[in-house]
Nanobody
Framework: QVQLVESGGGLVQAGGSLRLSCAAS????????MGWFRQSPGKEREFVSA????????RYADAVKGRFTISRDNAKNTLYLQMNSLKPEDTAVYYC???????????????????WGQGTQVTVSS
């Protein structure tokens, strides 16, 4: 089992940047594919990005492509999400998640991820 703790959220103006971190403990991060999801009030949790075990294969939702970058440092057991050119519609609670069993294409469905962090709030003001 792995425990995940997100950090780095906050309040930022539109056009600004934030870097989220997800620290893992209990298991080696390189054992898992990892993903970022977000959820805003009244909406379902949505896929943001995912990376394979080494970070060499990534996937992004269309809404964030070109603005967000997922990366991982397995030596530090940490996953990152660099968010640039932030927009008010990026406001949400951001969650990192670990995918233990999937193979093939990186999963974008939340039910494919077995372990979740508690989330970190990102608020983008206009």
């Amino acid at each position: 089992q792995v425990q995940l703790v997100e950090s780095g959220g906050g309040l930022v103006q539109a056009g600004g940047s934030l870097r989220l971190s997800c620290a893992a403990s209990g298991r080696t991060l390189s054992d898992y594919r990892m993903g970022w999801f977000r959820q805003s009030p009244g909406k379902e949790r949505e896929f943001v990005s995912a990376a394979n075990w080494s970070g060499t294969v990534t996937r992004y939702a269309d809404a964030v492509k070109g603005r967000f970058t997922i990366s991982r440092d397995n030596a530090k057991n940490t996953l990152y999400l660099q968010m640039n050119s932030l927009k008010p519609e990026d406001t949400a609670v951001y969650y990192c998640a670990a995918d233990v069993h999937s193979r093939g294409v990186l999963a974008d469905a939340s039910d494919q991820y077995e372990y979740w962090g508690q989330g970190t709030q990102v608020t983008v003001s206009s």
